[in-house]
């Protein structure tokens, strides 16, 4: 069983930045594939970003050029480093570890407002 913990999450005005982590447990952490994805109140969850265990990423066009997506495997750590924030961007973000199943963890809140 694989446990994700996300941190980070925050209040930040519109044109802050944050940066969000999520640990891994497990010993296979290099080798599977993860994501950011969001859920703001009342829509449905979307993926913000992806990266390979090769390290190539993809981006949600809404995030494009703000947001980056990164992973140390030597911590068990997906980051997502988010940038020229919007109100928009606020939601609950959630990562994820795409094995034969998907595993996710609780989330962590971003608000960004003035």
């Known amino acids: 069983q694989v446990q994700l913990v996300e941190s980070g999450g925050g209040l930040v005005q519109p044109g802050g930045s944050l940066r969000l982590s999520c640990v891994a447990s497990g010993r296979t952490f290099s080798i599977w594939p993860m994501g950011w994805y969001r859920q703001a109140p009342g829509k449905q969850r979307e993926l913000v970003a992806h990266?390979?265990?090769?390290?190539?990423?993809m981006y949600a066009d809404s995030v494009k050029g703000r947001f980056t997506i990164s992973r140390d495997n030597g911590k068990n750590t997906v980051y997502l480093q988010m940038n020229s924030l919007k109100p928009e961007d606020t939601a609950i973000y959630y990562c994820m570890q795409r094995q034969s199943r998907e595993y996710w963890g609780q989330g962590t809140q971003v608000t960004v407002s003035s």
């Open positions: 990266i390979t265990s090769g390290r190539t990423t």
